[in-house]
């Protein structure tokens, strides 16, 4: 059974930095044949929203606009890991941040109905 564990979370001043790490556990083979992982957030009050996905078959990368050029996707296939690093971070980044994998290589990466497995998650607390 495959299960994702984030970790990285923290409470920072505005304009400071964090990295999120997701560890793929179960079949050694897992994030192999994902087709993509992705980190999502969710802030009080507001839906799920996806922030940045990386596709296994070529290593594209994808990010919401709000996060373009500020946080980075990226992973490490050895230690079965995904990454989010997240610079300049502002008080709007304030949310709790999952990880999600899926087989599929249909529908967007942003539409979290094709996701297959999701982590419990990460606080993300951004103070101005």
């Known amino acids: 059974q495959v299960q994702l564990v984030e970790s990285g979370g923290d409470s920072v001043q505005a304009g400071g930095s964090l990295r999120l790490s997701c560890a793929v556990f179960?079949?050694?083979?897992?994030?192999?044949?994902?087709?993509?992982m992705a980190w999502f957030r969710q802030a009080p009050g507001k839906e799920r929203e996806g922030v940045a996905a990386i596709y296994f078959g070529a290593g594209s990368t994808y990010y919401a606009d709000s996060v373009k050029g500020r946080f980075t996707i990226s992973r490490e296939n050895a230690r079965n890991t995904v990454y989010l690093q997240m610079n300049s971070l502002n008080p709007e980044d304030t949310a709790m941040y999952y990880c999600?994998?899926?087989?599929?290589?249909?529908?967007?990466?942003?539409?979290?109905?094709?996701?297959?497995?999701w982590g419990q998650g990460t606080q993300v607390t951004v103070s101005s």
């Open positions: 999600a994998a899926r087989h599929s290589y249909g529908g967007n990466w942003y539409e979290e109905n094709w996701y297959n497995y």
């Open positions: 179960g079949a050694t083979y897992s994030t192999t044949y994902m087709a993509y």
